[in-house]
């Protein structure tokens, strides 16, 4: 446990008091030398200052009422480092607390540090990690613990920085795959608001002045400007609070995601995306455990706990209770209706041939060129959609500033 320690330190002829943490009165006599010039005269354990107290008050109120989402490259670097500690005989323990140490990263400092914390008390890291899902992910537990099992720990953190950084590639070739049609839509939206609020307004008074039937663009536009400029702020207040709510909605009611990640199955595009990203990961990770001789229904548990999407998830956990059953690993993924049949078969060669490990690999790196395949046209599936919404709202805005016009200009010829 942390306690406040007082180190008192003559430097350049003077005594100086300096406050910190430590576990131990050992601990805090090492960090006083490493971490005060001077000549350390004495550590004692002291009263922690008000302010301190407060301070670190606030500190732990925050963190358990927000959690702490470790960054992803931050997370992998660490596993990295990890690894090639271990393996070069270091205890783990002293690794951890290493990798606390020498991050930026506040939310991983914090986790590792608490990690360090468990396993000093007689913790294994599996079991230290559990408190610790959310941060970590379900596949750096699963991994940790198959380490522990089969005793090769910095074997299975090297696959696993691995598997770690091939789905962080995949998320970042979806991100810039969709930064340019992203932009050039805000870019779009921006300069609708522009022109509804600021350019529309000064028509107005011309159009009550014609005193005439308006067509239905310009009724629409002058609609929007009244929105816009009156109710503007309300708006993006309700707009808020449903994303929020929406957002709390999903993240705290297994049904409301349930329907949510349904619907995102039917839309275009999107649907093949979480498809191909999810076999993807699904069969990178079985194909790992396996391979470290994991049991198959251990090792589908495992996996599937990685899919994201629901109701994909709740088809693959039916893989498990088919093999259960003693049915052939291919006949229950066949069931599920997402595999194509050549995959099937390459599945059932696998099994029957005993290089099911080896099998499921050829299958990971099939379903990611799907993935990849997917990403590279993206950007020329969005333009068509791009074009309607840009076509739609240029011709709105033409419409309903210049049909008036035409109207007032037919009237004054027809005089």
């Keep these: 446990m942390m306690q406040y320690y007082e180190a008192t330190v003559l430097t350049k002829g003077k005594k100086v008091v300096y406050g910190f943490y430590a576990n131990s009165i050992k601990e805090a006599n090492d960090i006083a030398k490493i971490k005060y010039s001077g000549v350390l005269i004495k550590v004692i354990l002291a009263t922690e200052p008000l302010e301190l107290q407060f301070a670190r008050f606030k500190t732990k109120f925050l963190q358990n009422i927000k ?42 400092v914090y986790v590792f540090s608490k990690l360090a914390d468990d396993i000093d008390s007689g913790k294994s890291l599996s079991l230290s990690m559990e408190n610790f899902r959310y941060e970590l992910g379900n596949l750096t537990i699963a991994m940790v613990k198959l380490g522990e099992k089969t005793g090769n720990l910095d074997i299975s953190l090297t696959s696993l920085a691995e598997m770690l950084d091939q789905i962080r590639e995949n998320f970042v070739k979806f991100k810039k795959a969709m930064a340019y049609p992203r ?20 028509f107005k008074s011309i159009f009550a002045q014609l005193g005439a039937e308006l067509p239905v663009p310009t009724l629409i536009l002058l ?38 990640h349904k619907i995102l199955l039917k839309t275009y595009l999107i649907k093949n995306i979480i498809k191909y990203s999810t076999l993807n990961r699904f069969t990178l990770v079985f194909s790992e455990l396996t391979k ?124």
Aim: charged share 15%.
């Design 223 to 260: 609609k929007l400007e009244n929105i816009f400029n009156h109710y503007g702020l309300v708006v993006l207040a309700l707009g808020a609070i449903a994303f929020f709510s929406f957002k709390y909605a999903i993240d705290n009611y297994l049904h409301v995601r349930y329907s949510w």
């Design 183 to 202: 932009n050039v839509m805000i870019a779009m939206a921006i300069a609708f608001t522009v022109l509804i609020s600021f350019v529309v307004p000064q």
């Design 67 to 108: 959690k702490r989402k470790i960054k992803p490259d931050a997370l992998i670097a660490a596993i990295r480092q990890l690894a090639v500690m271990t393996n070069a005989g270091i205890s783990i323990h002293d690794s951890i607390q290493e990798v606390a140490n020498s991050s930026d990263d506040k939310a991983l």
């Design 292 to 415: 470290a001789g994991i049991p198959i229904a251990e090792a589908l548990d495992t996996s599937t706990d990685m899919v994201d999407n629901l109701p994909l998830q709740k088809k693959l956990q039916s893989v498990r209770l088919a093999v259960e059953k003693g049915s052939p690993l291919y006949l229950g993924l066949k069931d599920t209706n997402m595999f194509e049949n050549m995959i099937l078969q390459m599945i059932k060669a696998g099994e029957d041939g005993g290089s099911l490990d080896q099998m499921m690999q050829k299958v990971a790196e099939f379903y990611k060129n799907k993935f990849d395949a997917i990403i590279d046209g993206l950007s020329s599936a969005i333009e068509p959609i791009m074009l309607v919404i840009i076509a739609s709202m240029v011709t709105l805005l033409a419409l309903g500033i210049f049909m008036p016009m035409w109207n007032m200009g037919a009237a004054a010829g027809a005089m």
